[in-house]
């Protein structure tokens, strides 16, 4: 097992000392939150070290190019295929939703969800992007939803799709553009009730395609044990599509959290027993490089970041990383890898995805980047 080695920091290194006292003052203006000349390569939702929480962009060698504070914590986002707007979720139960401007951090529109309705955290744009499409739940009656928003007219709401199921968290758009891929996590919550999970016992996750126009359910595909919760998603350029589960049964047993969808059929991976057992039920994040399809998963309970290859399923690493939380390909074929603790390392393509560098920042890093 791999462990992250001590290393000087880099060109790839995070944050110099500078930021830290701006971010620990809580005093960051957005006027300081102004893009660099790299583009951003990079973003996630952080808890900063006196409290708050913050979308935080990073650039290419792993520099801040902004960081936007927030008063509740958040989860997932996504981007406009144009790179303009940066959209931001809040955490679960998602009462809101922000759009930013992707150069300066600044918040430009905010949303509500509909009465009795609560975000998931997650979103996805239209190839287009004229819709943005966001995971939402009826917590009234349990049913999930997908809403749809136009992009074009200040993020209007348009239309709210009724799924046949409880709890769609990520979701992401197929290679062709036609349809929409939903992690359906199975699990139902009610705001009243924390984070209590109500239905344990008649859990029902699946992994949905639906018509990207309509919202029509085109396929369903459910996992071997109906207490895999199907929670997030990376998809590859062949339309292959990884699913990272969260175990909600008994303590021991170990099925395989990493379901694949491939020409219509569900199968899924499982790690050696070492491996298998240190993800202590709980996948955080996965993300693939889209042409080779090097897949990489993080374990925060098991302080754990696995690669594999998703074609074969063989192992390539693993590596133990703290608190390990968000995953993200970069452009030169490997993937950025977040942590709860600050730290970050890069993975190298160049060297079977070993650690090539790493860094460290006063941040938590949430679950996500993007």
């Known amino acids: 097992m791999e462990k992250t080695p001590p290393a000087p920091m880099n060109r790839r290194a995070l944050l110099t000392g500078s930021v830290h006292c701006l971010l620990a003052t809580g005093l960051m203006p957005l006027s300081w939150a102004t893009a660099l000349p790299d583009a951003i390569a990079a973003l996630g939702a952080v808890r900063l070290p006196e409290g708050g929480y913050a979308l935080a962009a990073v650039n290419h060698q792993a520099e801040t190019v902004w ?185 021991w047993q170990q099925p395989p959290l990493i379901g694949k969808h491939h020409n219509g059929q569900w199968t899924e991976m499982t790690l050696p027993a070492p491996l298998q057992s240190r993800l202590n039920h709980y996948l955080a994040s996965i993300a693939v490089q889209p042409a080779s399809d090097i897949v990489v998963v993080t374990a925060p309970h098991g302080g754990l970041v696995v690669v594999l290859d998703g074609r074969s399923g063989r192992v390539i690493r693993g590596i133990d990383l703290y608190d390990a939380s968000g995953v993200k390909p970069t452009d030169d074929g490997g993937f950025l890898v977040s942590s709860g603790t600050g730290d970050w390392v890069w993975l190298d393509p160049n060297s079977d995805y070993a650690i090539g560098a790493r860094g460290t920042s006063a941040w938590a890093w949430d679950n996500h980047l993007f």
């Open 67 to 251: 960081a936007t504070p927030f008063t509740a914590r958040c989860h997932g986002g996504c981007t406009s295929p144009n790179g303009n707007d940066v959209v931001l979720f809040e955490r679960r139960p998602g009462w809101s939703f922000q759009v930013l401007n992707s150069a300066t951090g600044e918040i430009q529109q905010s949303r509500l969800p509909e009465a009795e309705e609560h975000f998931y955290g997650h979103g996805v744009f239209s190839p287009d992007g004229r819709f943005l499409y966001a995971t939402a739940s009826h917590y009234a009656s349990g049913q999930g939803r997908i809403a749809v928003f136009d992009a074009h007219e200040n993020y209007r709401r348009t239309d709210t799709w009724a799924l046949d199921g409880i709890g769609p968290h990520q979701l992401e758009v197929s290679p062709n553009g036609t349809q929409l891929i939903v992690a359906l996590g199975g699990i139902r919550t009610h705001p009243d009730y924390d984070r209590v999970k109500l239905n344990l016992d008649k859990m029902d996750p699946a992994l949905l395609f639906l018509d990207r126009l309509t919202g029509q359910e085109l396929s369903r595909h459910r996992p071997s044990d109906a207490q895999l919760s199907c929670r997030h998603l990376a998809v590859s350029n062949d339309a292959v599509t990884y699913v990272a589960c969260q175990y909600q049964g008994p303590e």
